[in-house]
T-cell receptor, first 113, second 112 residues
Framework: DAGVIQSPRHEVTEMGQEVTLRCKPI?????LFWYRQTMMRGLELLIY????????DSGMPEDRFSAKMPNASFSTLKIQPSEPRDSAVYFC???????????FGQGTRLTVV | QQQVKQSPQSLIVQKGGISIINCAYE??????FPWYQQFPGKGPALLIA?????SEKKEGRFTISFNKSAKQFSLHIMDSQPGDSATYFC???????????FGSGTQLTVLP
């Protein structure tokens, strides 16, 4: 298995632009998580899907952030409009038995200038 | 109530030495305590985990010590190797819950 696949690996965009991050979870996993990692705030859970349904989005910072999971093999995290404070590494993770056993992707490093 | 405090922020150890990273939590409802290892440019990877019904768990050179009354747990890396150089995160959760609460991370450097 190739693991959790995220794209792009790096994204540089201008403030105000729309950014879409993509994730392909490990086949057979029924839970998917989006995390954000910054020096200031560490690792934060943004949203959690179970069986393609959003279960907990309380970590989504504001309405500019949205996430979808149209099927078991694909999820997106969208930021519109993007702001410099959104600059971070965004991780997608998947698991079949809860957050602690989650496998993380390699992350997308987002820079908003 | 949800906070997990991790120390030290950085740690330098000689090859063959013991690396010790400490974490403390506040929420007594937490019942699952994993440690993650993260190499530069990679996502965190589950290293070892413990539940509060045991005081110690060992996997190879990695040991978790757990003190329920003090609400503290620690990671010990025996015979530390340069390949162990990475950032280590402790975390805590209720297994029935969705969210892991992560510590702030410890950057470990093992000198050859």
């Amino acid at each position: 298995d190739a693991g959790v696949i995220q794209s792009p690996r790096h994204e540089v965009t201008e403030m105000g632009q729309e950014v879409t991050l993509r994730c392909k979870p490990i086949s057979g996993h029924n839970s998917l998580f989006w995390y954000r990692q910054t020096m200031m705030r560490g690792l934060e859970l943004l949203i959690y899907f179970n069986n393609n349904v959003p279960i907990d989005d309380s970590g989504m910072p504001e309405d500019r952030f949205s996430a979808k999971m149209p099927n078991a093999s694909f999820s997106t995290l969208k930021i519109q409009p993007s702001e410099p404070r959104d600059s971070a590494v965004y991780f997608c993770a998947s698991s079949w038995r809860g957050p602690a056993a989650a496998f993380f992707g390699q992350g997308t490093r987002l820079t908003v200038v | 109530q949800q906070q997990v405090k991790q120390s030290p922020q950085s740690l330098i150890v000689q090859k063959g030495g013991i690396s010790i990273i400490n974490c403390a939590y506040e929420n007594t409802a937490f019942d699952y305590f994993p440690w993650y290892q993260q190499f530069p440019g990679k996502g965190p990877a589950l290293l070892i985990a413990i539940r509060p019904d045991v005081s110690e768990k060992k996997e190879g050179r990695f040991t978790i010590s757990f003190n329920k009354s003090a609400k503290q747990f620690s990671l010990h890396i025996m015979d530390s190797q340069p390949g162990d150089s990475a950032t280590y995160f402790c975390a805590a959760s209720k297994e029935s819950a969705r969210q892991l609460t992560f510590g702030s991370g410890t950057q470990l450097t093992v000198l050859p």
